[in-house]
């Protein structure tokens, strides 16, 4: 397949948009959506689909809604948000809209030295949509690099409040129209932001990389506003540092930003997260956080060990090999000895932790089973980091030993009698179902059950439990479900249909009763499920 991406046609789009959901997720938040194997396995076949619901979208397509799901998800400690799964077909959808777009809202952008997030740079052969090598750790390092400057005496740091679910649509939509004047696309994806705010008018999806394109697109003013003014700054989605002369320099430009923000986009900045501070001051927090050194700001081995490439995509099928090139490196760490000392800390560093359970991945079967009897043997000190934690545990489930998998499998079961703030949280909930599919046994189908049963209301999670039910072939429990078909969530729906195949003769004369009910998308997925099972396990799929 070639790198290359023309954006003078659609379909183009729509094959970037399924490339990049097959190969990398929906969004960076949820767990990753068994559609990713339908898209891959029926790539022309959605790609057909996608194109006739953009010639319909305003007649009978549009009848069958854009499904989302709101989830509440934990940040850090004490902070949460809220994240939103949009319905795969309709994802794929939205994305190739915005694909198609993509390049003209690119190149009005202020420079990579300016602002370093989502640079738009397509790679159709790895699925990919953003240049990797303007990233967030480019963008801390060339702010370290700019305070060379001797007439920097202090930074003004500061962040957008509640950036994504604020972005005001009426201020969007007439950046979108600028770039899309003819409105052939800006229109359809208005009335899609419409659908998935549920008619406010503000918000975009938290988490997918549509809304990661149009929020740039959204701070581009402001952008072109602070360049205007000879203000040197540089930007990483909604997080500013600004670099002043003076104390009072740093006074001014604060003002302007905030009134500008206010003004033109309805956004204002976080109280607690906006600080003017010596550029001595910056430099020393600001590399701490790079190197993940907090407390211990001039150790060496933690800058050294911060510094490996590891990125870990917890869903590649070579999500282990791909760490080959840094095993020798990782000879120099005691990971383990790193471990127990970051849980000696009052607070854990969260992205030196998040950096050093990845890194298990690329160690040995002893090592890395080790590793999550410590780490589920703390989980309440590392509960910032739980996701994570859970999928290194779910990528590396069959590297775990036998009493590894019964300690954690035990200690799931402890959290959810407790009803445990850790599993609070339907994003943890979904994750920990999620890993429960790896293993086949009696313990992890009692868990999943007792999870479905205890979050009726959750849609996100009796989807996951619904799939990982499937995948261990839990075949009393999808039978005793499917009586409930018709009055299920669509998303639910359409994971039945696909779990009927393992249901054998009962699942077929159960389809053939319900066909009729069936709507063009959930037709896609009967005929791929169908497909699958003959072809090959369809449980691998899921």
């Known amino acids: 397949?070639?790198?290359?991406?023309?954006?003078?046609?659609?379909?183009?789009?729509f094959e970037l948009a399924l490339e990049n959901i097959i190969k990398h997720g929906d969004t960076d938040i949820f767990p990753y959506p068994f559609e990713s194997r339908l898209f891959e396995d029926d790539k022309e076949k959605v790609k057909t689909a996608l194109m006739q619901t953009f010639n319909d979208f305003e007649n009978k397509r549009i009848e069958i809604p854009p499904n989302i799901i709101n989830s509440f998800s934990s940040i850090g400690y004490y902070g949460y948000r809220w994240a939103t799964q949009i319905d795969p077909f309709w994802n794929a959808f939205f994305l190739g809209l915005v694909l198609k777009i993509a390049d003209d809202i690119e190149r009005n952008r202020s420079t990579k030295t300016q602002v370093y997030s989502y640079r738009f740079k397509p790679n159709l052969a790895e699925g990919s949509l953003f240049d990797k090598d303007i990233s967030w750790r480019k963008y801390q390092e060339d702010s370290i690099s700019e305070c060379s400057n001797d007439e920097i005496k202090y930074v003004l740091t500061c962040?957008?409040?509640?950036?994504?679910?604020?972005?005001?649509?009426?201020?969007?939509?007439?950046?979108?129209?600028?770039?899309?004047?003819n409105k052939d696309y800006s229109g359809k994806i208005k009335k899609l932001l419409q659908t998935f705010s549920e008619t406010k008018s503000y918000g975009v999806p938290v988490g997918c990389p549509a809304s990661r394109i149009l929020a740039e697109l959204a701070l581009d003013s402001i952008d072109k506003l602070l360049s205007m003014n000879r203000i040197n700054y540089k930007r990483y989605v909604d997080d500013f540092v600004i670099f002043c002369n003076s104390r009072e320099?740093?006074?001014?430009?604060?003002?302007?930003?905030?009134?500008?923000?206010?003004?033109?986009?309805?956004?204002?900045?976080?109280?607690?997260?906006?600080?003017?501070?010596?550029?001595?001051?910056?430099?020393?927090?600001?590399?701490?956080?790079?190197?993940?050194?907090?407390e211990d700001e001039e150790s060496p081995m933690k800058a050294k060990f911060m510094s490996l490439p590891i990125r870990f995509d917890p869903y590649s099928a070579n999500a282990i090999e791909e760490y080959e090139e840094i095993k020798e490196s990782l000879k120099d760490f005691d990971l383990l000895a790193m471990l127990?000392?970051?849980?000696?800390?009052?607070?854990?560093?969260?992205?030196?932790?998040?950096?050093?359970i990845k890194a298990f991945s690329a160690t040995s079967d002893e090592i890395i089973s080790s590793a999550f009897k410590v780490m589920f043997n703390n989980v309440h000190e590392l509960y910032p980091i739980f996701t994570t934690i859970i999928q290194v545990a779910n990528s590396n489930w069959q590297k775990l030993s036998a009493e590894t998998k019964d300690i954690i499998l035990d200690k799931i079961t402890t959290l959810i009698k407790r009803d445990s703030y850790i599993l609070s949280t339907e994003l943890n909930l979904a994750y920990v179902a999620r890993m429960l599919s790896k293993e086949n046994s009696e313990k992890s189908t009692l868990i999943l059950s007792e999870i479905y049963n205890n979050n009726p209301e959750s849609i996100l999670v009796k989807n996951i439990v619904t799939q990982s039910m499937a995948k261990i072939n839990?075949?009393?429990?999808?039978?005793?479900i499917k009586k409930n078909f018709s009055a299920m969530h669509p998303l639910q729906r359409r994971l039945?249909?696909?779990?009927?195949?393992?249901?054998g003769d009962e699942g077929r004369h159960w389809r053939e009763h319900n066909k009729k009910t069936f709507n063009f998308v959930e037709v896609i997925y009967r005929d791929w499920a169908s497909k699958r099972h003959t072809a090959r396990n369809l449980e691998d799929a899921l």
């Open 474 to 480: 839990s075949y009393a429990w999808l039978s005793d």
């Open 340 to 356: 127990s000392s970051e849980l000696q800390k009052s607070k854990i560093n969260q992205s030196f932790s998040k950096h050093l």
């Open 249 to 294: 320099d740093a006074h001014k430009i604060l003002t302007l930003l905030s009134k500008k923000l206010m003004e033109n986009e309805g956004l204002t900045l976080q109280k607690q997260k906006t600080n003017i501070v010596t550029k001595e001051e910056f430099l020393s927090v600001t590399k701490a956080k790079l190197h993940g050194n907090d």
């Open 159 to 181: 962040d957008i409040a509640d950036f994504y679910p604020r972005i005001y649509h009426h201020r969007l939509e007439n950046a979108l129209d600028r770039v899309d004047p």
């Open 496 to 503: 039945l249909i696909v779990s009927s195949y393992i249901l």
């Open 1 to 13: 397949m070639s790198n290359e991406f023309d954006s003078s046609k659609l379909e183009n789009c």
